[in-house]
């Protein structure tokens, strides 16, 4: 499949900016007034050292000016968002079928997903800026694809109970906690959840989050590398039980059916 080949540079320079994203919402700085820059000498980069992943193994990960090194994340989150690019392109068959809305519609996912991931694993942060408008484009998009002249209110209903259980499940964490077991972020991101995968699919990645943050969390805890009191990153495991639910998520629930039959 020749196409995956331009999928691939495609995706590299999508994640290119969504380090710029990354980086600069967190500060609250415009994503496209200033040029990029090191940001430890703050030198603002030549176009020869803003090709993606490849300047940065051109230059082994160093900065030209300052001979710093540079932060993982930039060839990490460019490299994953090209690589996720041709997976959404082999499995929806993109070669027979160019026109495929629903793989469109799972690179703007990714795009969201990608960015909630890396500012919650690097800052801690869920950004509203960035889940609402995922939210608002998930309820959008699924009701237009998924509904036909018979079934407008099914499809809305469903998306809207899916929404209120994604944000209801974190906000009651949220009241009764008081704000310490989960943020005000968790909330927005669940309802986004629940617009992207629909019901009952986000109750599946609720629970495969969960499994999944427990396990590594235990892992974290045996080799010392987080104590009792340490902050998880739970939007982490959200995005990616999203992406993985999004992907196979009937087949998921199928399966587990199958189990209790």
């Avoid at 300052?66 to 460019?78: D, F, H, M, N, R």
């Avoid at 939007?235 to 992406?243: D, E, K, N, P």
Wanted: glycine share 8%; proline share 3%; aromatic share 14%.
């Amino acid at each position: 499949m020749l196409i995956l080949i331009p999928i691939f540079v495609i995706g590299l320079c999508i994640g290119s900016f969504l380090n710029v994203v990354i980086c600069r919402l967190p500060e609250k700085e415009s994503i496209v007034k200033s040029r990029s820059n090191c940001p430890h000498c703050k030198e603002n980069l030549k176009a020869q050292d803003l090709i993606p992943l490849l300047s940065f193994l051109i230059l082994k990960g160093k900065c030209r000016q300052c001979k710093k090194k540079i932060s993982w994340q930039y060839p990490l989150v460019e490299f994953a968002t090209a690589a996720l690019f041709v997976f959404l392109a082999w499995h929806y068959n993109l070669a027979g079928n160019l026109a495929n809305p629903f793989f469109y519609r799972d690179l703007i996912f990714v795009v969201g997903l990608v960015v909630i991931f890396t500012t919650d694993l690097r800052f801690y942060l869920i950004l509203d800026a960035v889940s609402l408008p995922l939210a608002v484009f998930a309820f959008i998009i699924n009701f237009f694809l998924l509904s036909n002249s018979t079934n407008y209110l099914e499809i809305a209903i469903n998306l809207i109970i899916a929404g209120i259980i994604g944000a209801g499940f974190f906000w009651i964490q949220y009241y009764f906690s008081k704000g310490k077991w989960v943020g005000g972020g968790d909330i927005r991101l669940g309802m986004a959840m629940g617009f992207i995968l629909g019901w009952p699919n986000v109750l599946v990645a609720l629970l495969m989050a969960y499994i999944g943050g427990a396990i590594i969390s235990l892992i974290l805890l045996a080799t010392k590398v987080k104590k009792m009191k340490s902050q998880v990153p739970f939007g982490v495991f959200l995005t990616a039980a999203t992406f993985i639910v999004l992907i196979w998520g009937n087949q998921i629930l199928d399966w587990y059916l199958s189990l209790l039959l």
